[in-house]
């Protein structure tokens, strides 16, 4: 089955610019999205589409995707971008969603 | 704008079968392209897509637990509610409920329900 790959930890010093990725096999011809979920919160659309933003969410999150690896980038960190970060795919072969691991950022 | 809510049961006892219900506001849970859909996190895990309906009732399930889940849809109510049966200490999470967009190559959750934990134990 189709699987994503995240790196569990991710540290970046307030203002510098984090890069999350998210591996899969040609995952380059999917449509990716990120979710961010704070401590205790429900997660929330940060990226769809690979690299759109929802309306309400910072110029600062941008996204790319190519091959085997997609990766959502937030320049400029801010404290209140310290969270959980998800990526999902669907699977059209086994008609499912794909969920990565997460990945945890910690800002500095 | 639309916003969801889940209900049910916080504890549920082995073998059992676990009943959750999302309450959609704002929208009606019968618009073109959209799917509503559940997703659990375990403590201290990721997230698990358990499945997704159409007001119609089509369905998908993650293969994993389609044997023992169950999504059912009230247009009149504007409710979807999720049974998930034989439950074990290993299906213990927060339940989330989202609104599924499944359209072509669109395929994402947005807005999510604020979660409910669901603990199995006798």
């Known amino acids: 089955s189709y699987e994503l790959t995240q790196s569990l930890s991710v540290a970046v010093g307030l203002g510098q610019t984090a890069r999350i990725t998210c591996g899969g096999n040609?995952?380059?011809?999917?449509?990716v999205q990120w979710f961010q979920q704070r401590s205790g919160q429900a997660p929330i659309l940060v990226i769809y589409?690979?690299?759109v933003r929802p309306s309400g969410i910072p110029e600062r999150f941008s996204g790319s995707n190519s091959g085997n690896t997609a990766t959502l980038t937030i320049s400029g960190v801010q404290g209140g971008d310290e969270a959980d970060y998800y990526c999902?795919?669907?699977?059209?072969?086994?008609?499912?969603?794909?969920f990565g691991g997460g990945t945890k950022l910690t800002v500095l | 704008q639309l916003q969801l809510q889940e209900s049910g049961p916080g504890l549920v006892k082995p073998s059992e079968t676990l009943s959750l219900t999302c309450t959609v506001s704002?929208?009606?849970?019968?618009?073109?392209?959209?799917?509503w859909g559940w997703i659990r996190q375990p403590p201290g895990k990721g997230l698990e897509w358990i499945g997704s309906?159409?007001?119609?009732?089509?369905?998908y399930y993650d293969p994993s637990l389609k044997s023992r889940a169950t999504m059912s849809v009230d247009t009149a109510r504007n409710q979807f509610s999720l049974r998930l049966r034989s439950v074990t200490a290993a299906d213990t999470a927060v339940y989330f409920c989202?609104?599924?967009?499944?359209?072509?190559?669109?395929?994402?959750?947005?807005?999510w329900g604020q979660g409910t934990l669901v603990t199995v134990s006798s």
């Open positions: 989202a609104r599924h967009l499944f359209y072509y190559d669109r395929n994402w959750f947005d807005p």
């Open positions: 040609e995952i380059g011809s999917k449509n």
């Open positions: 589409r690979d690299s």
């Open positions: 704002g929208g009606s849970i019968a618009t073109d392209n959209y799917y």
């Open positions: 309906m159409y007001y119609s009732g089509s369905t």
């Open positions: 999902q795919v669907w699977d059209r072969d086994t008609a499912r969603v794909v």
